[in-house]
Structure formats: structure tokens, C-alpha cells
């Protein structure tokens, strides 16, 4: 292992995207005993297979990570964790017998398998240790004050080009865990944005969330949705399971419903004026953004809904030109909210982020898939099933 990396990179189980917490908790009390496989996919070229031993050693040391007493109490402050799920994660470790890691001619292999509940925790924080292990080893000079002069350079721009415009309904959300270039420049990122615009509004990043003390924001991934393909025992009602467990167990909390596991068309006919009521809103995830909006927008006037009540949270690789044009196209139709990533937390003068995934494969150890929005994000190993869904 080289030297830099003889330290664990991941000090903390909080340091992780915010509705992994919120499936796993659901998933504990509904799935207790659902089986899943997930598979790394590297979107790019990029030959990752020479990081193996890194990163295994860096997962080894992931079995050293628990809920303190401190944080512990921190997630009890939220009334949807519920405290039998709470004092379960306090006892909750990983399991590194999940995880196979293999260099497969130079590309990375990485097969995650077992309890639902257990699996879910894996795929972040391993996705950031990949984007941190390769980013450190390639440009070692890269540092938070590098990345926080840049972004002070993008500020400077972002209110040239909105001097003029009422930004006041403007609502930013930190998306950037799992791409980030390092921790670090994660943490300082966040840090500054806090300090110098009055629009971050939380992080999807719970320890994050509370050492700056902002709100942690997150409500379901593709997984949730996924996984429902073979709990459901009608593949075509899949989705309306997935939506009605949730409200089950958060009612009116966490309500923004992830639109593009199956297409948008396939979930509006499943989005009903039940859901489209019980939800707050809807997320964009792939797709022409604007498109997208539009029909979510004509959906709840057609089901008679005032859409100036309902909320658009958008997160599909945007940077601080895109927000401000889809805030100014959508800001008087309907309630909207952004969720930047990696062009926030991996924008980095000649960094080139990498683009890489852990999907879910199998549940009960049948296939599932992604349909999305972007041909590009679909996901499906068996042609068969992905034909059938």
C-alpha cells in the first residue's frame, strides 16, 4: 500500500449520502431478510485495476467504523429514525465477506453481495474511495486551497451573471459525496459555500451535515425502486409498491419520489393523484431537464394540483450555469431545488472526475434493472429482463 494511504480515508459511518440511512431504515423493518448483489461499472476508460490493493486495505479498515455515542444522538434529533433501527445501526458493521475485488486485465471488478440491510451502506463510501484513491495518486499537488480558489473563481461568475436577478427562491443542496475529489476538498467546499451564499440549504452528506451544521437532505435511490422489480409479485405494480412503502414508513417526510428507474412516462402512469398528492415532489436524474419539468408540471395540473405546490429537485450532473437557467425557466411554475455534485465537489482545473457507479444487479437473487431517462444510465446485465420491465 503506499504511503499516503496507510491511514483510513473514511473515519466516520455519517460520512455517506443521506438516503442510504433512509432505505436502510425502511429496508429494516419491511425487507429484513431480502438478499441483493450490486456490480462497480466504470463509465469511462479509465483502468482502475492497479488500485485494487489500495482500495481492499482501505475497506478492511471500514470494519474499525461505528455510530459513536455523539452521533448516535445527533440522528435520534430526527423524528423519522426510529429507535429500534437507530440502536441496530449503533451495533451495525461491515461485513468485508460482502465484498469480491478483483484486477481484471487493468479494469476494476467489484461484485457486492448479501442482506439488503447491510449491503446498501457499501456503495458510497467505496465509489469515494475509489475517486479519492486515483485522484490523490495522479495529482498529489491538488490541494482544498487549490479547489477553494477555483471555486471563489466560479462565485465571482455566478454573481456576474445574476447581479441582476431575483435569486431569493434560489435553493442549492450538496450531492457531491460519492465523486468527490478527497474528504478534504469535500468538507472545505462545503464549508465556504456555507460562509459566502445564502443559498445552500443542507448536504446529502449526514456527518457533513453535522459538523457544519446544516440540514441533511435525501430521500430514495435507483436501488429502491430496483429491488421492488422482484419484491413485487406483479412486475407492473413495482413501482407502486416502492412508492406506497415509503409513504408507509415516512408519510409526508422525505417525500421527493426519484422519477427515472423505469422512465418518466412509466412512472407518471404509476404517480397517480394519490402519490402525486401524499409526495412532496418529484427528482430529475436523467433526461433533457426541461422536458422533464414540463411534464411534471402538465401531470399535476392534470390531476387538478396546483404545481406552486409541489417541489422539482434537480440533480443531474449540473454546474452554477445550468441552475441559474433552470431556476429562471421554472421559478414561477413550480417550486425548484438543485442538487450539485461533482462539478462542486470534483471541479478542479485539469481534474478530470471519474464516472463511475455501484448498481444493483439482482435481488432474491433475480435480475433487475434501470431504465433511465439517458441511454447512456441504463442498467440491465439480463437482456431478458430488461425487455420484460
Not at 481492499?56 to 430526527?78: G, H, N, P, R
Not at 460482502?98 to 476494476?108: A, F, H, P, R, T
Not at 450555469?321 to 462539478?343: A, D, E, P, Q, W
Not at 482545473?349 to 444487479?361: D, F, G, S
Amino acid at each position: 500500500m503506499t504511503k499516503k494511504f496507510n491511514d483510513p480515508i473514511l473515519k466516520t459511518l455519517l460520512d455517506t449520502d443521506a438516503y442510504k440511512f433512509h432505505m436502510q431504515q425502511a429496508i429494516f423493518y419491511y425487507y429484513p431478510n431480502i438478499t441483493v448483489s450490486a456490480e462497480f461499472i466504470c463509465r469511462g476508460n479509465d483502468k482502475l485495476g492497479s488500485y485494487k490493493q489500495d482500495l481492499i486495505k482501505q475497506i478492511k479498515m471500514m470494519q474499525a467504523l461505528y455510530l459513536s455515542d455523539e452521533e448516535y444522538l445527533y440522528m435520534s434529533s430526527f423524528s423519522f429514525f426510529k429507535r429500534k433501527y437507530l440502536n441496530w445501526l449503533k451495533n451495525f458493521r461491515y461485513n468485508i465477506d460482502q465484498v469480491i475485488i478483483k484486477d481484471q486485465n487493468g479494469y476494476l471488478y467489484i461484485h457486492i453481495s448479501g442482506l439488503w440491510k447491510e449491503v446498501i451502506l457499501w456503495e458510497v463510501p467505496i465509489l469515494a474511495l475509489i475517486s479519492e484513491l486515483v485522484h490523490r495518486t495522479r495529482s498529489p499537488n491538488i490541494n482544498s486551497k487549490i479547489a477553494i480558489d477555483y471555486l471563489n473563481k466560479k462565485l465571482i461568475n455566478f454573481y456576474t451573471i445574476t447581479e441582476d436577478l431575483d435569486l431569493s427562491l434560489l435553493k442549492l443542496i450538496d450531492f457531491g459525496t460519492r465523486r468527490r475529489f478527497s474528504y478534504d476538498v469535500h468538507f472545505n467546499i462545503i464549508k465556504t459555500l456555507k460562509n459566502k451564499i445564502p443559498y445552500l440549504v443542507g448536504s446529502s452528506n449526514y456527518h457533513i451535515a453535522r459538523i457544519l451544521g446544516i440540514p441533511p437532505i435525501g430521500t430514495q435511490a435507483h436501488e429502491w425502486f430496483q429491488a421492488h422489480q422482484q419484491i413485487s409479485s406483479v412486475l407492473s405494480q413495482s413501482q407502486r409498491l416502492a412508492l406506497q412503502v415509503w409513504l408507509n414508513q415516512y408519510k409526508h417526510e422525505l417525500s421527493i419520489a426519484l422519477t427515472d428507474s423505469i422512465n418518466m412516462d412509466a412512472f407518471l402512469k404509476d404517480f397517480g393523484i394519490k402519490f402525486a398528492t401524499d409526495y412532496q415532489g418529484m427528482r430529475h436524474d436523467s433526461g433533457n431537464p426541461i422536458k422533464w419539468g414540463e411534464k411534471a408540471i402538465d401531470h399535476y395540473k392534470s390531476l387538478g394540483i396546483n404545481p406552486l405546490k409541489k417541489t422539482l429537485l434537480f440533480s443531474d450532473n449540473l454546474d452554477f450555469k445550468k441552475i441559474v437557467s433552470l431556476y429562471l425557466y421554472f421559478r414561477k411554475k413550480i417550486n425548484v431545488v438543485f442538487g450539485i455534485g461533482t462539478k462542486l465537489t470534483c471541479d478542479i482545473p485539469k481534474i478530470k472526475p471519474l464516472n463511475i457507479v455501484i448498481k444493483l444487479i439482482e435481488c432474491n437473487g433475480k435480475p433487475v434493472a434501470k431504465l433511465s431517462d439517458s441511454p447512456g444510465k441504463t442498467i440491465g446485465l439480463d437482456k431478458k429482463f430488461v425487455y420484460k420491465l
